[in-house]
């Protein structure tokens, strides 16, 4: 047996190894994928949440609603209207920022029959103390359209999250539904319909 040699003469050099490949192309594919994955995912919980909203024709119920002005009114005063009935929180930033396109909407379209509904879902019993202080000094106009929601007409609707919309014909009856925050577009088009 022969010991290998430790000097330099007589060795081989040694063969480098090829220039490592930038793994961008894998990186890339799997971040595609993924990103593939989670707009699936995404869209399947959107499903599935618009599934746990209350039924397209639903009827809205007749219970009688504290009103932020005062009075009571229910939503079975509005037969014959479109109602676009918002449950939102003043503490709800996502309804805070949905909040003007609503108020915006619902001057543009009164004409044409529609009616808003703002249902307060701040906890009782100073919700009222909320929603005057939130108004008075961001949103007055918003104050001609706000109810105080008892969780009774929130376990109807299965409201679970804020903001939640619905649209009810003029029969009082859902005809859309949808959780979570949308543009002004995406309002019209959905009032637009109900409308219809």
Same mark, same amino acid.
């Given at each position: 047996m022969t010991e290998p040699q430790t000097g330099d003469a007589g060795q081989q050099p040694q063969q480098q190894p090829p220039p490592a490949r930038h793994g961008w192309s894998k990186v890339l594919l799997v971040?595609?994928?993924?990103?593939?994955? /989670?707009?699936?995912?995404y869209l399947g919980v959107s499903e599935a949440l618009r599934a746990r909203l209350a039924a397209d024709g639903t009827a809205a119920p007749a219970m009688k609603l504290q009103k932020y002005d005062n009075g009571t009114m229910?939503?079975?005063d509005f037969q014959g209207k479109v109602v676009m009935l918002d449950f939102w929180a003043t503490w709800c930033a996502p309804c805070q920022a949905?909040?003007?396109s609503l108020i915006k909407l619902a001057k543009e379209y009164e004409?044409?029959?529609?009616?808003?509904?703002?249902?307060?879902r701040d906890e009782m019993p100073d919700a009222p103390l909320f929603v005057q202080e939130f108004v008075q000094s961001r949103m007055p106009e918003l104050a001609p359209y706000v109810v105080f929601a008892p969780d009774e007409l929130a376990a109807i609707f299965q409201v679970t999250a804020l903001p939640t919309l619905y649209l009810l014909d003029r029969k009082g009856q859902v005809v859309d539904s949808q959780r979570g925050m949308l543009s002004?577009? /995406?309002l019209r088009q959905r009032i637009e319909r109900a409308l219809k």
């Open positions: 971040v595609t994928g993924l990103l593939g994955l /989670a707009g699936l995912s229910s939503l079975a949905e909040m003007p004409d044409k029959g529609l009616v808003f509904v703002a249902a307060s002004e577009a /995406a």
